[in-house]
């Protein structure tokens, strides 16, 4: 199985190391551990010599999308590690790869209702920003069913909120459809989006467009946090 981490800075540099360590004691098979970054020097370029099956791809995070796009058979199986900081690299890899398909696309502001939740603002030129934490989460929190902040059950998941938000807007036409991309812890601190959830939802959302839609969100999530972008068919 290959792991690809989205950027070679702090965050890619940690979760390289405790891949590593997962696999060493047996919890995951990782055949390679791929680490994609514009840059050259990244810091994590300075280590993955010591590491088996370890290389870094230098590339652009949306020119790597088209090669996962056009690696569908191969990569299937693996596993894509997202930045907990940085642009919504999947909204852009659908924008993309959805223009090419499905003709012009464009960023359209979300303008539904913001749901009740602990923290929901929408931000920058309309993308949504949510989560279910009352507070501050522990860093590298791996979501158990006892929330750390509240010391109770958790009894919630971002993928069902955001599910039901946008079920309530496809009346008005404000969002026809949504691709939901959840992100789960895996082994040692480490969340990832199966590769092959990846290309269910692409494929079924450029379906979607071609059919009819207009306005398709697409959704980054993990149990507790979300982020959510709207894309217009022009």
């Known amino acids: 199985m290959r792991y690809f981490i989205a950027g070679g800075g702090c965050y890619g540099s940690y979760y390289v190391r405790q891949l590593d360590r997962a696999r ?7 055949t ?7 840059n050259p020097q990244c810091a994590v370029s300075k280590t993955l010599d010591s590491i088996a099956g370890a290389r870094l791809v230098v590339c652009d995070w949306l020119e790597f999308g088209k090669q996962v796009w ?3 058979k191969e990569w299937a199986n693996d596993m894509w590690v997202p930045t907990p900081i940085g642009p919504h690299i999947l ?3 659908v924008a993309n790869q959805g223009g090419i398909r499905s003709g012009a696309l464009a960023h359209a502001p979300y303008q539904g209702v913001v749901p009740p939740l602990a923290y929901a603002q929408v931000i920058g ?3 949504l920003v949510l989560s279910h934490a009352p507070g501050v989460c522990p860093v590298n929190c791996v979501e158990p069913l006892i929330c ?7 009894d919630w998941e971002m993928k069902d909120t955001v599910r039901e938000l946008v079920q309530e807007q496809k009346a008005s036409h404000l969002i026809d459809d949504v691709a939901v991309f959840v992100c789960h812890h895996h082994s040692h601190g480490v969340g990832t989006i199966p590769m092959t959830s990846i290309y269910e939802e692409w494929n079924r959302i450029y379906q979607r467009l071609s059919s009819g839609a207009r306005r398709v969100a697409v ?6 946090h979300g982020i959510l972008d709207v894309m217009e068919k022009r």
């Not at 060493?24 to 990782?30: D, R, V, Y």
């Open 91 to 93: 909204y852009h890899w």
């Open 219 to 224: 959704a980054t999530v993990s149990s507790c």
């Open 148 to 154: 750390p902040l509240t010391k109770d059950h958790r």
């Open 125 to 127: 030129e309309g993308t």
């Open 32 to 38: 390679e551990i791929v680490v994609v970054d514009r």
């Open 24 to 30: 060493a004691l047996g919890k995951i098979s990782a």
């Open 70 to 72: 056009e690696h569908q």
